[in-house]
C-alpha cells in the first residue's frame, strides 16, 4: 500500500499513469506473484516496481518482453531471492546488453531448473548439461537455444544504433569509436557513450568524459578500405561500410563509424545452427 502510494503521487499509477509498464505490473504481473509479495511486500513490489520506471525509459519492446517473461516463469520461482535475480536475468535478455556481466553472475545462482526457464529453454525441450549452457553464454554471440548443438560461426551486421539528436537520437554529429579495455565508447564532440551489445540486443549509454582518439581495439578484428572485415580465419566483405571513419572493437564485437552517418554498425562473428 505504501509503496502504491508512493507511486500513485509520481504519477506512474492511476487514471493518467505516465508508467504504462508500471501499470502492467500492478494490474498483471504482481497478482500473480502474491505468494512471493505476501513473503516481503514492500521488496517485492518496491523492487520490480523500480525496475518497471528504469525500463519504462527503454524502448517499449524492451519492458514488454521483460514483463512477459516474467509473468510466464513466475509459477516457478519459490523464493523473493530468485525472483529479483530472474528480474535481473530477464531484463538483460530483453534488450539490455549493459547488464550483461551481473546478470550473468546472479543466473550463475538460480536452480538448474529456473537457469533453463530464464534463458527461454521449457522442460520438454532438450536441455543441455548446465555446464555446456554456462559455456556457451560466455560467448555475447552464442543464443542459449543453440548450447550444445553442432553450430557455426559468421560474420554478420548485428546491427546498427544511434540516431541523429535533431530525430531523437544520441549524436549531434556523425560520431567515431575508440576502444577502452574490454568496451567500446562512441563520442561526436559532445558527449560520450558505452557501446554494448550481445545477442540479445544493442544499446547506448551516456558516460561522463570524452575518448581522446579513435582505437582499433583488439587486434582479432580488423577492416579494410573495401570493408572487408576479418575476424580470427573468418572474413566478410561488407560494402557499406567501405570509407569507415572509425573502427574500434572488443574480443567479440567491432564497431564501425561511417563519415555521413549518426549510427554505429556492429559486426561480430554470431553462433548460428549448422545446416
Not at 239 to 250: D, K, N, Q
Amino acid at each position: 500500500f505504501e509503496v502504491s502510494l508512493t507511486l500513485f503521487s509520481q504519477g506512474y499509477l492511476g487514471p493518467r499513469s505516465r508508467g504504462p509498464l508500471v501499470q502492467a505490473l500492478w494490474e498483471h504481473l504482481l497478482p500473480v506473484l502474491a505468494p512471493l509479495l505476501a513473503l516481503n511486500p514492500g521488496q517485492v513490489a518496491g523492487a520490480l516496481s523500480n525496475i518497471a520506471v528504469n525500463m519504462g525509459q527503454e524502448d517499449p519492446g524492451v519492458g514488454q518482453r521483460w514483463i512477459r517473461r516474467l509473468h510466464s516463469i513466475s509459477p516457478s520461482i519459490t523464493t523473493v531471492e530468485h525472483l529479483l535475480d530472474a528480474s535481473l536475468v530477464l531484463a538483460w535478455k530483453a534488450g539490455l546488453p549493459h547488464f550483461r556481466e551481473s546478470a550473468l553472475e546472479r543466473w550463475k545462482g538460480l536452480p538448474d531448473s529456473l537457469k533453463f526457464l530464464c534463458m527461454g529453454i521449457a522442460p520438454e525441450d532438450i536441455q543441455p548439461p548446465p555446464d555446456i549452457l554456462e559455456k556457451a553464454l560466455s560467448n555475447p554471440w552464442h543464443p542459449p537455444h543453440l548450447a550444445g548443438k553442432k553450430a557455426t560461426a559468421r560474420l554478420l551486421v548485428v546491427g546498427r544504433l544511434g540516431r541523429f539528436r535533431g530525430l531523437g537520437g544520441q549524436f549531434i554529429e556523425p560520431p567515431l569509436v575508440a576502444g577502452e579495455g574490454n568496451r567500446i565508447i562512441a563520442y561526436d564532440g559532445e558527449g560520450s557513450f558505452s557501446v554494448w551489445g550481445d545477442c540479445f540486443g544493442l544499446s547506448l549509454r551516456r558516460i561522463q568524459g570524452e575518448a581522446m582518439a579513435s582505437g582499433k581495439g583488439y587486434a582479432g578484428f580488423s577492416i579494410d578500405s573495401s570493408g572487408t572485415v576479418t575476424c580470427g580465419s573468418i572474413s566478410l566483405q561488407i560494402p557499406p561500410l567501405a570509407g569507415y571513419s572509425s573502427f574500434a572493437s572488443t574480443a567479440s564485437t567491432l564497431a564501425v563509424t561511417l563519415p555521413h552517418s549518426h549510427s554505429i554498425y556492429m559486426v561480430a562473428p554470431m553462433v548460428t545452427e549448422q545446416g
